[in-house]
């Protein structure tokens, strides 16, 4: 029979690939035990950030070392939790279990924000996160074609007591978008009281239940959405989307400068410069600067802010887009790359603010 101390000691041979230590080293094995009668293994691995991307490849380490030495004919079951970070704890019932809310904001309209802000749900979601994905883009709703999810139509469902909104699941993000409730066809004609109520009820009545990430894709410029947003969800953090071009740059300075304003002081969590180089197929060494070079990248240096990726012009990404089939599925692309590492740095951004930063809360604007 295998002793707990020989339990350990396989544990202690699986080394984390990021940290380049043991598991229990790095204190992550929080339980192990053994039913020898029904040759059973369970384990309870327990995770320092509210995402680990070797998480997967951790895990399967694990039940291969213990099928190895003690036989394939054990069970290995494995539980795993990740770190809670800091939840926004709202007032919103349907909210109180979100960890962190990010706003994806552009300062002009054609720069792809909601591109940006689908591959980027899609690609933490590959890091083993939890995201929602929220279009607050209620005059040109974009997000159900990019999810193929044009035809969708909302149900209600009961938790608690209570009727809630039950977001579409499509590719392991939860989806909740104006889109859904109104014909894609018809022009949205809203006076601006109206549109913050309709996403003040989508915010509020959507059943989003427990996630590392809820993603705000934003209309372009700054205006009632906006200020609707803040004043109703405390949010952890801006992420501006831009165009290299210098037209574009000049709109992503009044962006940041309205989540940086002593009303709403948002932290701004970096830039992401979209449509950076187009590179060739048949040229793939190549890069040519259409909208011009590296104009985020000096404007970030400006404004003391990170630059979270530059993301190159590919057909593909068009593509996928109008197919419903977003890039940042496949992460072995040169696509799929750009996405999963600006998610890699987007979660770092989010845990050093966390970090030095005191909790979100909602802003409160008044009128004099």
């Not at 969708?152 to 699941?169: A, Q, R, S, T, Y």
């Not at 590719?171 to 003040?200: C, H």
């Not at 239940?209 to 200020?227: K, S, V």
Request: glycine letters at 6%.
């Amino acid at each position: 029979m295998a002793t707990d101390n020989e339990l350990i000691s396989i544990l202690e041979t699986i080394i984390h690939p990021a940290h380049k230590k043991s598991l229990t080293e790095l204190g992550i094995v929080k339980q192990v035990s053994i039913q020898e009668n029904e040759k059973k293994i369970h384990i309870t691995l327990a995770y320092p950030k509210p995402t680990d991307p070797f998480a997967n490849a951790i895990k399967k380490a694990c039940i291969l070392a213990f099928k190895e030495k003690l036989g394939q004919d054990y069970q290995v079951e494995i539980e795993e939790s990740f770190s809670t970070a800091r939840k926004i704890s709202p007032e919103y019932d349907n909210l109180k279990d979100v960890k962190n809310i990010v706003a994806i904001a552009s300062g002009k309209g054609g720069v792809g924000k909601s591109t940006v802000a689908v591959n980027l749900a899609i690609a933490l979601s590959h890091l083993n996160a939890k995201v929602g994905l929220l279009d607050a883009d209620l005059y040109g709703p974009s997000i159900p074609k990019m999810f193929a999810a044009e035809g969708h139509h909302p149900v209600m469902v009961e938790k608690d007591g209570k009727e809630f909104i039950e977001p579409l699941e499509r590719y392991n993000i939860k989806v909740q978008s104006a889109g859904f409730f109104f014909n894609p066809d018809e022009a949205l004609i809203w006076r601006g009281p109206m549109a913050t109520n309709a996403l003040k009820q989508m915010i509020t009545q959507t059943l989003w239940e427990d996630l590392d990430y809820l993603l705000i894709d934003l209309p372009p410029g700054t205006g009632d959405i906006h200020i609707t947003l803040v004043q109703e969800l405390p949010v952890t953090g801006a992420v501006i989307v831009s165009t290299p071009q210098k037209v574009a740059l000049a709109d992503v300075i009044k962006g940041i400068n309205m989540f940086r304003s002593e009303k709403i002081n948002v932290p701004v969590l970096g830039i992401v410069e979209n449509m950076s180089w187009f590179t060739p197929a048949e040229l793939p060494e190549n890069k040519y600067y259409i909208f011009g070079k590296e104009g985020c990248k000096q404007l970030a240096a400006e404004l003391n802010v990170p630059l979270l990726g530059q993301i190159p012009i590919v057909q593909s990404i068009c593509e996928s887009g109008d197919t419903g089939k977003p890039v940042a599925m496949n992460p072995f692309t040169l696509e799929g790359k750009a996405f999963a590492n600006l998610a890699e740095q987007v979660v770092a951004e989010i845990e050093k603010r966390n970090q030095l930063l005191p909790p979100t809360k909602k802003v409160e604007i008044t009128h004099r």
